[in-house]
């Protein structure tokens, strides 16, 4: 037997015999307490008559005073065996007379806290006492007390109890036989009810069920626990049930959910494709648009005409800028988004945007400036076209909605928040004086196609992209965008964006005594900026707004940095001996000033510093100060960027395939003027079927055409070329993607990629890379640079212009357009550009971007014959081919830009020559 069926059985035993020793010990309280209760009744009637009658007895003698009389009468009721007292008292209390040895006894039951005439009472005391009154003649003239013992009462109560325990013991076992009976009946069901649990625990399983052998009241319990095993099993059944039911629901909706997905999928990459298609389409007919306008505004024509062919460029223009917003969203959106993470120099991103908006800041009397926070790394990672984008997009922002007053374009940077000492936190913010947008407006402004209000549109232009796009870029990067703004005080939009800090700021130099700087440029920003960058080497900065009285304020100057209207008073004041000593002195001025060239050669000025202002500039011209290194004349060796020149090409024969007519006559007119011979073709096949019977230069391939596109008809012609073993055909993508980012061109074995729309700059820089240029006498348009040295030695070694090459140029023209002089003016507008993106190339440290810049300034300095100019372009163009450093560029560099002042200088008397010889 288990210890379990042992512990139930010896339970029940237990509380059977419990119980009827309970049941024995009830009944035996209850007739002891009546046995109590009878005999202390009867024995207090009994007391109660007796001192009745000796009542009756001694009254007379009591009340006659006679206490001897009634002594004697009351010696008879000694004689009774139970009575131990007799007292006879006064109405005042007092004792009249009294018999017996219990005196201290009746004294000690008065004390009682139990009731003396109860029957518990007379079992603890053994004794009871009753009063009675002597009543004589009507009047109570005393009372009687007579104590009696009861110790009878307590002998028989213990025979009542002995024979109660006799029976309780007699029951008790009586008792344990009826236990021993019951346990077969009780328990086993019980214990075999407690297995079947036991069982169902462990295994759970619902469908056991317990066995019932008596049909009693633990026969039910069985049944009722089968009942809920019952339940139990059906509701696991059903559970079952519903969990394979629900497992099918959920594969069916899960499956519901990836169509739906692949769908959404689907449908944001036909919303890209018809988005890719539809820029394809409006590009097609703007280039025909473009291409015309461009051809149109270098024609003849009156300056009326002229006028309304460069407004159909720049609306083309901002029209191609909304298109390349659009598509750049819709690759967010597409989630086709790519960040590049290399290392970058934000101060070089920040003044690569504020040269790139200078000219037109100037344009509108804008001070657009720029602050490099002392603590910015000198190199993080990250991707600098996207940062130049979002930087691009603020400043063009705010430009656009800032009529007068300043725009500052500036970074800092702060440890990052849980991060180790190498990762850190960039900021990039731009403030202007502008408009400034309401409060209620600020959070719309960062959706797609929003604007503050909406007259913005009409008023200022722009798709409200620009911060949308903005935005996601800026999320992507896991930084947060965000603005401050007053209407009517302007704004400042910033963005923060993490970074790892591959080298930390470049340590300031101080200066080891005091010493004074007098600022006087003109702006609201840019003094602000320079005294900012002054003070940071513990130059005190003053910044001067007042000419009219300098005495004061150059006294005690030891360096100057000032425009040269400055100057001018400057040397006024000098003159009158106002000034204690000399400072150094540095004219801030813009590339292409001729003014401070003289101020350099008359000694008035020691040094310049190229505005928009950069920290780099303003610390390294710190250190020329203190170094005592001025530049002097040298110093006018600055910058660049290109717009690449008109090539002139042997008469090649170019294959142009494209199914739209107008880019077919764009491309056309265009090639005729590079002096090329062009082959037409409608799509791909007819471009197939003209490769195999005619032989080609050179093919343009528009990549979007019916019948056969782009991409396969290049494929075929790969196919046929090493079939019938010819040489391979230089094939270049007309593509409508933004930037050639569409690689396929490249799968499709095409060599090059040039967007629409295109001009004929760019289209002439794409064939520079696959056709041989020289110089045509019957080219209707500027004559490009021959490579052969014999260009070179045509003219003698101190000549700075070679001028076979404009008599040349002379030659060419018709009508009554001055070829030459107007060749010299656009090589002057244009070549300034081309300097500022060389110089711009060679701080980016790109060496494609740099032969790029250095080819471009060379075809159009060899084009007007400045031949020493384009020697020492070729040299930069073939070095940074051949992979050479930045330090050896930049070397070669200064030997431009001193070529570059030469030509420059002799240009005005080029000019002169030209236009007496047209007269």
Known sequence: MSQRSKSLRSRLTTLVVVAIFGAVAIATASSVWREMDQYGAGKRAELYASANV?????????????????????????????????????PDGATFTELGSTTAVIEDKKNSLIPEDSALSMLTSRSTTVSVPIVHGGQTVASLTIHSNTGSLSERIGLLLYDAFVAAIFAGGIGVLIALKMQRAITDPILSLAKVMGRVRESEDFSVRAEATEDDETAQLVDTFNTMLGHIQERDNKLKAHQQNLTKIVERRTAQYRDAKESAEAANMAKSDFLATMSHEIRTPMNGMLAMADLLSKAKLAPQQKRYAEVIAKSGQSLLAIINDILDFSKIEAGRLELETI????????????????????????????????????????????????????????LKFTEEGHVVVAVRSKLQKGGDANTCEIEFSVTDTGVGIPEDKQAAIFEAFSQADQTTTRKFGGTGLGLAISRRLVEAMNGVLGL????????????????????????????????????????EATPKMLARYIRETGVIPTIVEDT???????????MIFASVDFFEAYQEAISCGDAQWIPARICVCELGDTKPEELLRSGIVEDVLMAPLSRRDVLEQIDRILDDKLRGVAALQETATTDASHLVFNKQHVLAADDSPVNREVVKEALSRLNLEVTLANDGREAVHLVQSQQFDLILMDCSMPEMDGFEATQAIRVLERKAKK???????????????????????MDAYLTKPFTIASLSSVLSEFLD????????????????????????????????VLDEIAAMQSGSV??????????????????????ASIKTGDSAAIAKAAHALKSMSVNVGARKLGQACGEIEAKAHAGAKIADLSASCKIVVQEFQKVHKTLPDMLQMYEKRAA
Not at 379 to 397: C, F
Not at 774 to 797: H, N, R, V, Y
């Open 484 to 523: 401050t703004s007053k209407p009517g005080k302007g704004s400042k939009f910033f963005f923060k964006v993490p970074a790892k800090r591959l080298q930390p700021a470049l340590e300031t130099r101080k200066v080891d005594t005091e010493k004074r700087a007098i600022i006087a440029i003109d702006g």
């Open 343 to 398: 290392p970058i120099r934000p101060a070089d991103i920040v003044d690569d945007v504020v040269s790139l908006f200078w000219e037109r800041a100037s344009s509108k009397g804008i001070d657009l400036a720029a602050y490099v926070s002392p603590e910015t790394p000198e190199e993080i990672e990250g991707d600098p076209v996207r940062i130049s984008q979002i930087i691009s997009n603020l400043v063009n922002n705010a």
């Open 548 to 558: 009219a009285n300098l005495g004061p304020h150059i006294a005690y100057a030891d």
């Open 727 to 749: 040489d391979r055909t230089p094939v270049i993508a007309l593509t409508a993607h933004v930037a050639g980012t569409d690689q396929k061109w490249r799968e499709a074995g």
């Open 54 to 90: 000796f009542s009756s007895a001694i009254s007379e003698h009591v009340h006659n005073a006679d206490k001897s009389a009634t002594l004697n009468a009351l010696r008879a009721i000694s004689y009774i065996p139970t009575i131990e007292h007799v007292r006879v008292e006064t």
């Open 773 to 804: 240029y020289a110089p045509d006498q019957t080219a209707p348009t500027l004559i490009e640079e021959d490579d052969s040295p014999a260009l070179f030695e045509s003219a003698g070694e101190d000549e700075v212009f070679d001028k076979k």
């Open 818 to 839: 001055n070829l030459p002089v107007r060749t010299l003016q656009l090589y002057k507008e244009h070549s300034l550009d081309a300097v500022r993106n060389l110089v």
